[in-house]
């Protein structure tokens, strides 16, 4: 009767135990990972320069991409964060536009 009373004990202890584990597993696994909320994303502002001189060829100092576009000639549009457009200015030297962001 004792080994009857153990083999039961057990059985119950097992399923309790898969009953709490599985549900738990399900409720873990059911979260999405979340953003990086620590960093905010400054918005991209976009700042346009009027180019009157011919150039024959464009100079990039600092980390910056370039993107050519079929926009009006005489036009320099320029991408990103305020506080980093508010260091970029673009400057002529013997036909060349240079563009620097450092």
Same mark, same amino acid.
């Given at each position: 009767m004792k080994a009857t009373i153990q083999k039961l004990y057990k059985a119950?202890?097992?399923r309790l135990l898969i009953q709490l584990t599985f549900p738990s597993?399900?409720?873990l696994c059911s979260f999405k990972?979340? &953003?990086n909320i620590g960093? =905010? @994303?400054s918005p991209v502002v976009r700042k346009e320069f009027k180019v009157d001189n011919a150039f024959k060829s464009i =100079?990039? &100092?600092g980390n910056i991409s370039l993107v050519l576009t079929n926009d009006p000639a005489g036009t320099v549009i320029i991408e990103g964060e305020k506080k980093e457009l508010n260091k970029i200015?673009?400057?002529f @030297?013997?036909?060349i536009l240079v563009i620097d962001a450092n």
């Open positions: 119950i202890n097992r597993l399900l409720l990972p979340g &953003e960093m =905010l @994303k =100079l990039l &100092e200015n673009p400057v @030297k013997n036909n």
